[in-house]
């Protein structure tokens, strides 16, 4: 009894040993650090914090850092590292970061920043072309964004931006102000006519994304950490924050965006099944309004009249997506939205196919685009693609649709190019090796732009009509770029 006593506690030490050998903080700061954070409060990549993690299950996340993600940017560690290693690493995660990260009301006031008081400076462009058919373009490769005038396709102005922007950055309604929000929780508000930084402010630690309300007055951030949404003014001044909690539960926030039509801000919850309304028709911002649903939203996307809001939810484990329609105005669901695989509902866009209206949404799983009846919630068609894609586009002016493959290691190079009219792919543009992806078009629908999405990467000018090739401009990992026209006056075809 005693022999077996001894050997159970060496091996017991033995296996610590093993473990200590493994200095866990150290591998983090090597591999994890600069997408995460040092404190592990997010950065490029998401917080990996207990808080954070809360419906993860180990397993998975071992197999995440062995293997990647598919739909982001976590690559797969299993060639550099070894199991025990992995193990190490998947287990620090879990631990509490001390002290406790917390970004309070306080910490937000704190860390806002005037750079420039915009009302005494020109309430006109100190530059001379259409400010209408601007396009703002987000180059994550060296964290720029540049201005490109979307007549000539000359750039205008390139500035320096926060780390990692992610999200689409949101306009004023008379399109002089944008505004960008980082995923560690930056908002910057960009003076586009004057070409300068007015204000910042840090809303969170992980932050989803920004919204504007529509007539301006109002912006809002979604969080993952802390568990909240902010809203501040015009000038990025707090106003209220509000914890996404239900009694002892709280949440994650998946996204928060501006419904116009009704306005308000529409909010959905990562971790809790319920979607947020905020008012803004008053001269105030109004209480939460709660809508009970079965399950959390992740990904949403409204319909033109803005009364539904059509959601998907992200599949845990092996599990597959869902995706149901809400009644914004009756406050409950109504439908369930027939798309399988890991719709990407926030890249959507709607046309008239037949007489009737129709909602089109690239998938991040497979390659495939579901095009849904918006008035029965039925699949019409599902349009077959090279591969998974992120993004889709099209414009009211042009009978084409465009969605890229960027998911799919053998096909990131291709674009589609989707006759609305047929449902048909009838053409495809490619950049061989490299990836080619997200696509905005011109203020007429002339012309359509999109990214050879690599650190020494170009914004490549199409003609929309016959899919050729215009022009080029280098830029460095352009991932994304926004019109303000079509953003502005939510034209049917792009993200709002
Ligand atoms: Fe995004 C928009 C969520 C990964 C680039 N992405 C959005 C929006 C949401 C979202 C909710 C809409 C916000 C808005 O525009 O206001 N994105 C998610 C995820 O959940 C996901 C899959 C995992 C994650 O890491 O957060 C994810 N997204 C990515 C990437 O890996 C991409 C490709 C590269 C990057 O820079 O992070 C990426 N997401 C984008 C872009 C938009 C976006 C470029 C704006 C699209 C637009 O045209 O409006």
Request: glycine share 6%; aromatic share 8%.
């Amino acid at each position: 009894m005693k022999r077996l006593l001894a050997l159970a506690l060496s091996t017991l030490s033995l296996s610590a040993l093993a473990e200590t050998a493994i200095d866990a903080h150290k591998l983090y700061q090597q591999h994890c650090a600069s997408c995460h954070g040092a404190q592990r409060t997010g950065g490029m990549g998401p917080a990996l914090l207990p808080e954070s993690l809360a419906r993860l299950r180990p397993a998975e996340a071992r197999k995440t850092i062995a293997e990647g993600r598919a739909a982001t940017q976590m690559p797969a560690f299993k060639e550099q590292l070894q199991p025990a290693d992995i193990e190490a690493l998947s287990k620090l995660i879990y631990e509490p970061v001390r002290p406790t990260p917390s970004w309070s009301e306080v910490d937000i006031q704190a860390s806002r920043i005037q750079h420039a008081d915009a009302r005494k400076l020109p309430h006109k462009p100190v530059w001379s072309a259409d400010p209408m058919n601007l396009f703002v373009v987000v180059e994550g490769g060296d964290h720029h964004v540049s201005l490109v005038d979307g007549d000539r396709f000359e750039p205008i102005h390139r500035f320096p931006t926060r780390y990692a922007l992610h999200g689409g950055p949101k306009f004023s309604p008379d399109g002089r102000f944008v505004f960008f929000g980082s995923r560690d929780g930056w908002i910057s508000k960009y003076d586009l006519w004057n070409l300068k930084l007015v204000a910042e402010v840090r809303a969170g630690l992980n932050m989803r994304n920004v919204a504007v309300s529509s007539d301006g007055r109002w912006v809002i951030a979604a969080n993952y950490l802390p568990h909240n949404i902010v809203l501040f003014d015009s000038d990025l001044k707090l106003v209220q924050s509000h914890a996404t909690r239900a009694g002892v539960e709280s949440s994650r926030v998946s996204a928060a965006y501006d419904a116009a039509p009704r306005q308000s801000f529409v909010v959905a919850l990562k971790d809790l099944p319920e979607l947020w309304e905020i008012s803004y028709s008053g001269k105030k911002l109004a209480a939460p309004r709660r809508i009970a649903l079965e399950e959390p939203l992740d990904d949403f996307f409204f319909d033109p009249a803005y009364r539904h809001a059509l959601g998907a939810s992200r599949p845990q484990g092996n599990g597959e997506a869902r995706a149901q329609v809400v009644d914004l105005d009756a406050g409950r669901k109504v439908a369930n939205l027939p798309i399988a695989g890991m719709p990407h509902l926030g890249s959507g866009i709607t046309f008239d196919y037949q007489g009737r209206r129709v909602l089109a949404s690239p998938n991040l799983k497979d390659g495939a685009i579901d095009v849904i009846d918006l008035g029965s919630w039925q699949t019409v068609k599902t349009i077959p693609t090279p591969g998974p894609g992120f993004f889709m586009r099209s414009h009211e002016k042009t009978p084409y649709a465009w969605v890229d493959s960027m998911m799919a290691p053998k096909a990131k190079d291709r674009l589609s190019i989707i006759d609305k009219r047929t449902l048909e792919v009838v053409a495809e543009v490619r950049e061989p090796g490299k990836t080619l992806a997200h696509i905005e078009f011109t203020k007429d629908g002339r012309f359509a732009l999109a990214s050879v999405w690599e650190m020494d990467g170009a914004l490549v000018v199409f003609d929309a009509a016959t899919f050729k090739e215009v022009k080029r401009l280098p830029m460095s990992k352009p991932v994304g770029k926004y019109n303000l026209f079509n953003k502005i006056t939510r034209s049917e075809g792009t993200s709002h």
